[in-house]
């Protein structure tokens, strides 16, 4: 093997510096596509249909996972259809991530792995370095899975830097900015495009910023008579590569129809909004297409389970000692009575002594401030409530799912 050179010189007598070498071959992962598969579809054979397809990927999370019997067909279904989406998400302008939660032994991980087999151009990883997330993501365009995602929660400047990448990546122009040495000496700025569907896995929660950015799949632990934890996950290594085939030419099949499905508003319900409204978005427009094409009852479906998902995450946002502060003010408000920082925190006191024990009215101001409330200014030594209003508060219950007896 000759070693390439580090410039060239051109006819003009200019120099053209080549950097960098050129990297290691690529890894031994299977083909995406088969051969046979794209000589198959070049030729002209019909693919699949649309509902058989989805049917067949819906058929590899369920013959691996077991889920809540009350969740297990909104899951299954929302998993399907991200995989899909990968496929297809440079149509839109923001991409929903997985997040993958639940206790130890509950096949987080598994779900990484059957979507490792499935998505496309998958990235897979749990102890990995930022430059090799964004320099990664900008070269293959795919798919990230991250598994062991706790570690996110971590300070070090490690953690805190592969975090900023994930939330650049959320949406369409997202791009990690780096300085990069020139051969002749300095620097020139580089950007890493990190745009892309991406899959965390982790037992402990991500941090806020990053969760909000994620459609939730909460797994459980599989009965011990459950035969599935006990498959080998690559014991039909066809299996895998046809619905992999059926996806490549589904893509290319019906691509210039999945281009209009942004612009599908409706098929999103009522009081889905904001981030949640670019979540749940894209699957449902996809959910949308293919009831169309032979998957009856799946929009339904999945729009209950969206549903159902916003109010969890709803409920989830909120921290108990943030609901009492809220419940106490409201009371306050209603009662024509403007609390101070210290009234509530002393009521508060009073109803969990244990949890704001420690607390100071400082924090109490701080913890309101969250939710649009800001903190009075100081007159007569003290800082009141006055200017809170039951709209203002009505708007709160409204967005946060938090009861404050507010109609």
């Known amino acids: 093997m000759v070693d390439p050179p ?8 200019s120099v053209l510096h080549l950097a960098p070498d050129p990297g290691a071959p690529p890894g031994t992962d299977p083909p995406a596509w088969s051969a046979d598969a794209r000589r198959d ?6 693919p699949l249909e649309p509902a058989r397809v989805f049917g067949n990927v819906c058929e590899r999370f369920a013959h691996y996972l077991d889920f809540a019997p009350e969740a297990a067909p909104g899951a299954t279904a929302t998993l399907a259809l991200w995989t899909v989406f990968t496929y297809l998400f440079p149509a839109w302008d923001a991409v929903p991530y997985l997040y993958v939660g639940g206790p130890m032994g509950s096949g987080k991980s598994r779900v990484l792995e059957v979507l490792q087999r499935l998505a496309f151009r998958p990235f897979s990883s749990s102890n990995v370095s930022a430059p090799t997330v964004f320099r990664t993501l900008h070269a293959s365009g795919g798919v990230m899975l991250f598994d062991e995602a706790e570690r996110l929660k971590q300070s070090t400047p490690e953690q805190q830097e592969i975090q900023s990448v994930f939330l650049a990546g959320y949406k369409r122009g997202g791009c990690a900015t780096r300085l990069e040495p ?6 020139r700025p580089v950007q890493f495009v990190v745009y892309g569907p991406k899959a965390l896995a982790c037992i402990a929660g991500l941090p806020p910023t990053l969760a909000s950015r994620c459609v939730p799949i909460t797994m459980f632990r599989s009965a011990g008579d459950s035969p599935k934890p006990k498959r080998r996950i690559d014991e039909d290594p066809g299996a895998w590569q046809a619905v992999r085939d059926d996806l490549h030419a589904l893509a290319l099949e019906h691509g210039p129809e999945w281009v209009e499905l942004p612009s599908r508003t409706k098929v999103v319900p009522p009081g889905i909004g904001g981030r949640n409204y670019e979540l749940w978005q894209p699957l449902l427009g996809l959910a949308w297409w ?32 943030d609901e009492v502060l809220l419940e106490l003010l409201a009371e306050a408000v209603r009662a024509h009575n403007p609390p101070t920082t210290r009234s509530l925190l002393d009521s508060a006191k009073l109803r969990d002594e244990a949890t704001f024990k420690l607390w100071h009215p400082k924090t109490v101001g701080a913890r309101l401030k969250n939710y649009g409330i800001p903190v ?3 007159t007569n030594g003290e800082r009141r409530y006055r200017d809170v209003t039951p709209g203002q508060l009505l708007q709160i219950q409204q967005r946060y799912g938090v009861e404050l007896g507010l109609a």
Not at 41 to 46: F, I, K, M, Y
Request: with cysteine; aromatic share 4%.
């Open 6 to 13: 580090d410039r060239l010189v051109l006819p003009d007598d």
């Open 182 to 187: 020139l051969p002749e000496g300095g620097f």
């Open 41 to 46: 579809w070049l030729a002209g054979e019909p």
């Open 290 to 321: 293919l009831q169309r094409r032979g998957c009856e009852g799946l929009l339904e479906l999945m729009q209950a389970h969206a549903v159902a998902s916003v109010a969890g995450a709803k409920d989830d946002s909120v921290p108990e000692a």
């Open 376 to 378: 009075p200014p100081k």
